[in-house]
């Protein structure tokens, strides 16, 4: 695992795009086209703000196991709230992740016509403030994810606003990951291959070693290192579904550390935007042409896409 090469993903200031927003995103774009993720640092997400969830992530899960597993809810496909150590399994594999998570979506008002697809939020009794911690990451990952998708919009060819109407009350779900100590006999991996299901995920805390993409080209597993405090963004399906694979979603996966890092805990804070759930992902005319032919012809809603991909992946039965 040492020897795994280091993916030449590109560190991007997303300061720059307010003064050059063509050539953002045309460096934005072509980072996804190559390799699916993007590093972006300067995201504008305030450091004390980050510094502060990360202490209430680690005092969360902390917590004893009883007391957790109290904010877990049974057929909720863990869309908010806890979802316990050894839950969720890459579509495919064999073994289950060796991770446990707790799940923060969208806060909606009182009788919004996305109550009965957005499950409302589980807020635990401790740490404190941990409510007001995540209600204002949660925003300030918003803002960020839509400057990034407005990079992606012009990249495409589309109007900068593009994707406003189609994230305006997102299904999107900020997770807080936990990746406990593993024992040197372990089965699996922290996080077996996948790919992520929304548009695009924006993550925090990939600079503790173990996050790998698989290089379309070589076929070879490579690291990304980010920079102390910036993101590492990545293709969901979603976006590759909507694009016809011109912005590909990339196989990645979290290694089990070395024995010598195997008694640390890592964790991590991925952001998964997702459009609002009645949202059509229907191919874009611009990505159809002869040589890239219309990969789907039938539209699907996001809610029905999230719906039979959470069967997949084991958080939801049939």
Do not use: C
Not at 173 to 195: F, K, M, N
Request: aromatic residues 10%.
């Amino acid at each position: 695992m040492l020897d795994t090469p280091l993916a030449q993903v590109p560190t991007l200031s997303l300061a720059a795009q307010a003064s050059d927003p063509a050539g953002f995103a045309a460096d934005f774009g072509a980072s996804f086209q190559r390799y699916g993720f993007a590093i972006v640092a300067d995201h504008g997400v305030p450091l004390p703000l980050i510094d502060r969830a990360w202490e209430e992530t680690a005092a969360l899960f902390a917590l004893p196991d009883a007391e957790k597993r109290g904010y877990h809810t049974l057929g909720g496909g863990g869309a908010r709230g806890y979802t316990p150590f050894k839950t969720e399994i890459a579509k495919g594999a064999s073994a289950v992740d060796l991770k446990e998570f707790w799940h923060i979506g969208r806060e909606l008002s009182a009788g919004h016509r996305y109550a009965d697809r957005m499950a409302p939020n589980v807020w635990p009794a401790r740490p404190e403030g941990f409510r007001d911690t995540f209600l204002d990451l949660f925003t300030a990952f918003d803002r960020a994810g839509d400057k990034l998708l407005s990079a992606i919009a012009r990249y495409l060819g589309l109007a900068p606003d593009w994707f406003d109407p189609a994230v305006k009350d997102g299904n999107s779900v900020l997770r807080l990951l936990h990746y406990p100590p593993i024992a040197q006999d372990a089965e699996g991996v922290r996080a077996g291959a996948h790919e992520d299901i929304n548009l695009i995920t924006l993550l925090l805390g990939a600079e503790e070693a173990g996050l790998e993409l698989l290089d379309r080209q070589t076929g070879q597993w490579m690291a990304i290192r980010p920079p102390e405090g910036a993101m590492v963004v990545n293709v969901g399906d979603m976006l590759q579904r909507l694009t016809n694979h011109v912005l590909p979603s990339t196989t990645h996966r979290v290694v089990n550390p070395p024995p010598e890092r195997r008694g640390h805990s890592r964790y991590s804070m991925p952001f998964f935007l997702h459009p609002a759930p009645d949202f059509p992902i229907e191919t874009l005319p611009g990505t159809i042409t002869p040589d890239n032919p219309n990969r789907y012809p039938t539209p699907i809603t996001a809610h029905d896409y999230l719906h039979q991909r959470l069967v997949e992946i084991g958080l939801i039965e049939k």
